[in-house]
């Protein structure tokens, strides 16, 4: 595995490569990032992950200050993942002349969290599309764990990037059922076993809330029942019916945003 810290050196070794999967992460690396390295290095020649927490794409300056930072352990489980190329990049050079605030994504960014977090999903299209015309890759792999941004990226890049492909990957998680995520490293055991819950309440009555035999006002008074402050959204949305073209499979998912203590939780279940 090769650092690259600076984005001159990177260009001398990946310049030639015709079938680079690209991996973006703000770190905290977990079993869901490694499930996508392990796709691009079943699908590319080389993979290459970045590691960078996008300061725009963050809506309060609390919540990036206490994103958890643990280079020192990203490099040695990335080493282990035998990734061919790692890259670190100072804002500088990823933001020059500061963020792209007219940058047009899909009207899809403006429900679910883009009712809460203005901005967010610009943010994001924007820092994945300065990587892309750093690095060219030939694809990019991204979780459904974060739906949302999922969709609103891959209908962006097929838009503007038609030669780049996004790989959508299963949700990882943990044996208790929670989706794997660098924020579950902000919560205490009790705060776990609280989401563990939310996950298989959600799970074992997802048939009764897409066919209305129960209304989501009851799934939302038990899940404050098990000690949840704040419910952002709980919406039961057809996947293939979120961003044009739309198919005629219907597929149902149950997504949610909730808090526990100062940590936002999502999923799609």
């Keep these: 595995m090769k650092i690259f810290y600076k984005k001159d050196n990177l260009l001398k070794y990946i310049l030639n490569e015709k079938d680079l999967g690209f991996v973006p992460t703000m770190g905290a690396i977990h079993k869901g990032h490694l499930n996508l390295i392990k796709k691009s290095k079943d699908q590319c020649k080389k993979t290459l992950v970045t590691i960078y927490i996008n300061k725009q794409q963050f809506n309060k300056k609390i919540d990036f200050l206490k994103y958890p930072k643990v280079l020192n352990k990203d ?40 009712r809460f977090r203005p901005g967010h999903f610009k943010a994001v299209v924007d820092v994945i599309e300065r990587f892309i015309k750093i ?8 979780g459904e764990k974060d739906m ?31 989706a794997y995520s660098s924020r579950n490293k902000l919560l205490s055991v009790k705060q776990m076993k609280i989401s563990s819950k939310i996950y298989r309440l959600i799970l074992n009555n ?7 035999k129960i209304p989501i006002k009851l799934i939302k008074n038990k899940i404050f029942k098990l000690g949840v402050k704040k419910i952002d959204y709980i919406e039961i949305l057809d996947v293939n019916n979120l961003i044009k073209p739309y198919t005629k499979n219907k597929k149902y998912k149950i997504f949610i945003a909730y808090y526990l203590g100062f940590v936002r939780l999502i999923d799609n279940i």
Excluded: M, W
């Design 206 to 212: 997802k048939q009764k809330l897409v066919k209305r």
């Design 135 to 142: 690095i060219s890759p030939k694809k990019i792999y991204l």
């Design 75 to 114: 490099i040695a489980i990335l080493k282990k993942a035998k990734i061919d190329y790692l890259y670190i990049p100072k804002s500088k050079e990823i933001y020059p002349k500061g963020a792209n605030k007219n940058i047009k994504i899909s009207s899809f960014s403006n429900k679910l969290c883009g």
């Design 148 to 178: 949302q941004q999922l969709k609103i990226v891959e209908h962006y890049i097929k838009k503007n990037y038609k030669h780049i492909k996004v790989v959508a990957c299963k949700t990882a998680r943990e044996k208790n059922g929670v």
